[in-house]
């Protein structure tokens, strides 16, 4: 008669009818005809009847109906057969579909089986079940919230349990949670990405507290608030007062002034003071508040945003505030009066008075080149502003010999003033002219502080960290070293310690220095390597931040005002600068074109979350403009970028070359 085998291959059971047999092995055939050797320990069960697909097929649909509770009480503790159990769940012998149904089954269920060898299994400890089973319901609970999470995110409605954690499933997402997993399957079936989907069910309100949501979570995870218990600010009473006048520049909305002026005359020079803020006298290192500020290690600004380095109420002690006496670290520069060349500088640790905050934004229709070199204007301090201006252009010619190039002057900065709360505010988008009076006032008087202050620590051997830059590139270390882009030997950055952790521990030295004290930060100190690496890397979080924000509230004024039509200027290739806002995109096809053409455009529609313009040309104009060599690197950067109609982004503001510190907090930022 002919012989069937049940037998295992690979991990599965088969069965086949023996051909030819020695006492090792067995030729079998399959019931697709296929024929394979079958070793003898792998053979199962050797039956007559029925033939092997009828009996794979019916010992299938058999073994779902074994009770496994009851199977599993029947089998005793040790390891078993499948052949025992059976015999003794039956209680006879097993008929061939019996057996195999039974053996499909204990294979069917290693939780409650553990298998020891081909057809041989062991029952599970009741402790070890009675866990198992409780963890196979927990996953099927799971698997059945996960699926009607599924079906409500489809039909554009989020469950509260992902709305109240929609932000933190894509930023810092627990790829092991019901929400994250019913997010990633509903956006699979969508054919869409997580961020649309959890917009369109309205689990993230707006693209506008995407973007700023993300950010907080991102590089605040405790929020943006300080800790209740940090100390009280405290001012030094035992600093002399400088008997000057100090008078500070700043636009209107800046509330950490921490730059002042002073100018006198002394007989054939001028001793002109640049006075910064000193909060370095107060906040030691390694103190509670240092920990905070080194944790953030600059303010972040954006339109009608700012997370402050330092608490409101350390910044309001320090601010160099109209009709105060404030603490400040001084650099007192004599001045020739013919020349307006630099023939001495000292730095004082001391108290200066207040008389009064000038704003650009009031003063610079006011204060023209032409009104200063004819003298036909009224404004505070005029005379001082005069004298700071002539000094400014002969230090801006000095580095421009340098340099071996002139600077870029003309540039326009634009700021977004918002009038509301949130995402609702009406913007408009103000143009302001680099190189204007005050701000090349400002701008110069600043480089002139960091200049110095840099060659007098490298003088003194004393740590600092340096910024520099060699063949257009910049960067920040302990050593000192030329920066090309400014035309100095040294530079460092300690003119904004309320809002830049570098100025404030740079500042640290200075006033030891100035003291006669031991600085704080000795050579060769691992803090100083560790305050540059994590300061670059958040310093350029905080400067994308901001540039997406600019971007996001340029489209939102493009909608508010209902722009069909925008002229643009080409900067290379295809990308473009539009002109009126800091918005550079990419317009794929564009045909070549020189550099500068100004192209009128139609506004096919706006992307607030991929911060993108979908446009095309719609004219030719006649006019060309002058291409700026920092639009040209933003312009690369931009190339580099996939996309399909802007790259939302266009890499760091300063890529051509370093923007001197103003002191005033980055442009662009007013709200």
Known sequence: MTTHLLFEEDGAFKAGT??????????????SGKRTKVKGSHVLLQFREPAPAALMEKAQAEASAIDL??????????????????????GKEPGSVEAASLLFRLHSAPVYFYRKGRGRYRAAPADTLKAALAAIERRRLQ?????RHVQALKAGSAPAAITQQAISLLVRPDKNSVEYKAVEQAANEMHTTPLKLLLAAGAIASPYRWHV??????????????????????LPADLPLAPVAAFSVDDSATTEIDDAFSVERQGDHLRIGIHISAPAVAIERDTALDGVARARMSTVYAPGLKFTMLPDRWVDAFSLNEG???PVLSLYATVDTESYEVRATETRVERVRIAANLRHDRLDEIITDEAIETGAFDAPFAAELALLWKVARALLARREEVRGRPEPLGRVDYSFVLDGDGEHAHVSIKPRRRGAPLDLVVAEMMILANSTWGGWLAELKTPAIYRSQSLGRVRMSTTPAPHEGIGVDHYTWSTSPLRRYVDLVNQRQLIACARGETPPYRPRDADLFGIVSGFEALYAAYADFQQRMERYWALRWIRQEQCDRISATVIRADVLRVDGMPFITRLPGLPELPRGQR???DVLGTNEVDLAIEARVRQVLSAQSAVDPEDEELAAAEQSTAIESAAPGAGPAAAAGEVPDESAGPTGTVG
């Not at 051909?19 to 055939?29: F, G, I």
């Not at 509770?69 to 039956?90: H, Q, S, T």
């Not at 907080?216 to 600010?233: I, K, M, W, Y």
Request: hydrophobic fraction near 45%; charged fraction near 25%; proline fraction near 6%.
């Open 143 to 147: 698997d059945e919230l996960r699926q």
């Open 599 to 601: 192209l009128e455009l």
């Open 69 to 90: 509770d009851f199977l599993w009480e029947a089998a005793p503790a040790e390891e078993f057969g499948f052949l025992d159990i059976a015999r003794e769940y039956y």
């Open 324 to 326: 105060r006496e404030v």
């Open 18 to 31: 023996v051909l030819a047999s020695t006492d090792a092995s067995h030729q079998v055939e399959l019931a």
């Open 213 to 234: 949501d993300s950010f907080v979570a991102n590089h605040f995870a405790r929020g943006t608030g300080f800790p209740a218990d940090l100390p009280a600010p405290s």
